[in-house]
């Protein structure tokens, strides 16, 4: 649920930002961030205008990947907002091991400079739940935030096809254990284009349960850790295309 984790970050002092109770974001729906960003201007500039977003309570920041897993695991955000190049142990370990290390890990957010920093599909491979532009406005930001929080994933299909485009692909037949059935396949497709699963059920013209049941077994059969994962490990096996996902 979003907000059960601020119990701990509520009580951890001046560095919290805009600290809440359990209650209150209960309430409220309010989700905590946590921002990790090497560099002290981003991260402060991320922090200011991220806490004043609506739903968004930034609870603390960190300056590396040691200290991202290390504050996390304190302070129990909702979601960390992950630079990738960042000193000590990059955004990348910090992810694995954050995800690796913890019963019910806070979602992670990716952000970048460039669209085809290979760096992003490892991330993304490292269960991270999608990236960002550092480029795009605010608003925008603090809407992934919101909306991975709330379980779905943050995809750019075009930035995410020309990073896969420039990797070799190999061929559907590479994962033949997957065996996805014709309606799997097309809720992959569907989520490769980065398609919400309300949207999915409407194109698809089922209920959403059963969208999450289709999503569910995409997961299981790729061995993916989240729908995320998932599609890039559709675009890196061809089992979605570069160029035709949509």
């Known amino acids: 649920m979003i907000g059960?984790?601020?119990?701990?970050?509520?009580?951890?002092?001046?560095?919290t930002g805009t600290a809440v109770t359990t209650d209150t974001v209960g309430t409220s729906s309010c989700t905590t961030l946590l921002i990790a960003d090497d560099d002290a201007v981003t991260r402060s500039g991320l922090r200011t205008l991220l806490a004043?977003?609506?739903?968004?309570?930034?609870?603390?920041?960190?300056?590396?990947?040691?200290?991202?897993?290390e504050r996390a695991r304190q302070l129990r955000p909702d979601v960390v907002l992950m630079d990738v190049r960042m000193p000590r142990r990059?955004?990348?370990?910090a992810t694995r091991q954050l995800l690796a290390g913890q019963a019910d890990p806070p979602k992670v957010v990716v952000i970048t400079t460039f669209e085809n920093d290979d760096y992003v599909t490892s991330a993304l491979s490292a269960g991270a739940s999608g990236f960002v532009l550092k480029r795009l406005p605010v608003p925008k930001?603090?809407?992934?935030?919101?909306v991975v929080a709330a379980g779905e994933a943050i995809l750019f299909p075009a930035a995410l096809r020309q990073m896969v485009t420039a990797r070799p692909l190999g061929s559907a037949r590479a994962l033949p254990q997957a065996a996805l059935t014709s309606r799997e396949e097309e809720v992959l497709r569907l989520m490769a284009t980065g398609r919400s699963n309300p949207?999915?059920?409407e194109s698809c013209r089922v209920s959403l349960e059963t969208v999450k049941t289709h999503v569910g077994n995409v997961l299981t059969k790729l061995g993916a850790q989240n729908r995320t994962h998932a599609v890039v490990i559709a675009y890196e096996t061809g089992l979605v295309v570069p160029g035709v996902a949509g």
């Not at 119990?7 to 951890?12: K, P």
């Not at 004043?52 to 897993?69: F, K, S, T």
């Not at 930001?141 to 919101?146: D, H």
């Open 52 to 69: 004043m977003q609506p739903g968004i309570a930034v609870i603390g920041e960190a300056a590396d990947g040691i200290e991202a897993v």
């Open 199 to 201: 949207d999915i059920a």
């Open 90 to 93: 990059n955004g990348i370990e």
């Open 141 to 146: 930001i603090a809407e992934a935030v919101r």
């Open 4 to 15: 059960s984790r601020t119990s701990a970050a509520a009580a951890t002092g001046p560095d």
